[in-house]
């Protein structure tokens, strides 16, 4: 069987190189970074996930992290909350202990790592997340933040809707809580890039954050360009997964189990894989594009109480791939 190249070996990457590996492909999986290490990521993983983890074979491992149960989910849009359970019980756990799981059951089964290569003829998997460029202006570009603070644990994933911006709260192992959020560099900049002071400016977040000490510096990534490659027809032998291939809103939770679909979805062509991908992501990609213009306008806080919170979950759930 012909040798698999894999950029990229964050939670797509290490997915599409465990699968091809079960298959008896040999992969050689590219990575300039050094595992583990933390990314600006909400750290949420839907329950949906639980059958794509145990075909990799690293549902045990997971267990074994002691993730946290996330039982509930939480919209604040101004001074109005939604609060709803959750259909299922979701999962919290930081990508430090996520990509360290995949990375090393990956080695395990044979991937060779690699920093740096590009053999032609063979297959390749792009994974390396999404484009960094932005069209927008200086002052509307999107930058991403994500620091861990300790203090009480809660059982809900949390979203805070303001300015433009949104803040996501949610808990992951050992009782650590992610803050993790998006905002306009204009904001940003009014705030001189202080995340402390920006997400205790909103009083609803400041008072849910009261009890917690920053455990951590701050990250920050960007900018940030939410889009999607799925209608473009891909070269003959080459994949996208995660990112690469659908950058969807980060507030929909949806984003490691999408990467866990799309990376794992091998076996047909490049083309009908491009076409499974899509089949699979063009709904939760639309929902959230319409959701995020609704967050720009008065209309966000008005319709808060109108829309049942489980439709806008499962709205935002990418499908299987068969």
């Known amino acids: ?33 050094k595992f583990p290490r933390h990314k600006v990521c909400g750290e949420f993983l839907s329950p949906e996930i639980i059958p794509a983890l145990e075909r990799l074979g690293v549902w045990a491992a997971f267990e074994q992290r002691k993730p946290a149960r996330i039982r509930r989910m939480e919209l604040h849009f101004g001074s109005k909350a939604k609060i709803a359970p959750l259909p299922e019980p979701a999962y919290g756990l930081s990508r ?6 995949l990375y090393d059951r990956a080695i395990e089964l044979g991937a060779r790592p ?44 949390e979203l805070y809707f303001f300015k433009g ?9 050992n009782g ?3 803050v993790c959020g998006l905002a306009p560099e204009r904001l940003l900049s009014s705030f001189n890039f202080a995340l402390d002071e920006l997400v205790r400016s909103f009083q609803p977040l400041s008072e849910r954050l009261s009890p917690l000490q920053r455990s951590m510096k701050w ?14 027809e891909p070269e003959p032998g080459v994949y996208s997964a995660g990112d690469a291939l659908s950058f969807v ?33 063009a ?14 306008t008065q209309w966000a806080e008005h319709l808060a109480g109108l829309v049942p919170g489980e439709w806008l979950y499962r709205l935002t759930r990418p499908g299987t791939i068969r």
């Open 1 to 33: 069987m012909n040798r698999i190249q894999i950029i990229g070996a964050g939670p797509a990457g290490c997915t599409a190189a465990i699968s091809a590996l079960l298959h008896g492909a040999p992969v050689d999986l590219i990575e300039k970074s």
């Open 96 to 101: 430090y202990e996520y990509d360290l799981l």
């Open 114 to 157: 690699a920093q740096q290569a590009m053999l032609e003829g063979m297959t390749r998997i792009w994974t390396a997340g999404r484009r960094a460029d932005s069209a927008e202006a200086r002052g509307k570009r999107l930058f991403g933040f994500k620091a861990h603070f300790t203090g009480p644990a809660h059982d809900a994933v």
């Open 165 to 173: 911006s949104y803040i996501g709260i949610n808990c992951v192992e």
């Open 176 to 178: 650590i809580t992610n």
């Open 219 to 232: 990250l920050n990534v960007g900018p940030l360009v939410f889009q999607n490659h799925l209608n473009r």
């Open 249 to 281: 809103d980060p507030f929909t939770g949806s984003g490691l189990l999408s990467a866990a679909i799309t990376g794992a979805a091998q076996g047909f062509s490049s083309s009908d894989h491009r076409k499974a991908c899509r089949k699979s992501l």
């Open 283 to 296: 709904k939760p990609f639309g929902v959230s594009s319409l959701f995020r213009a609704l967050t720009r």
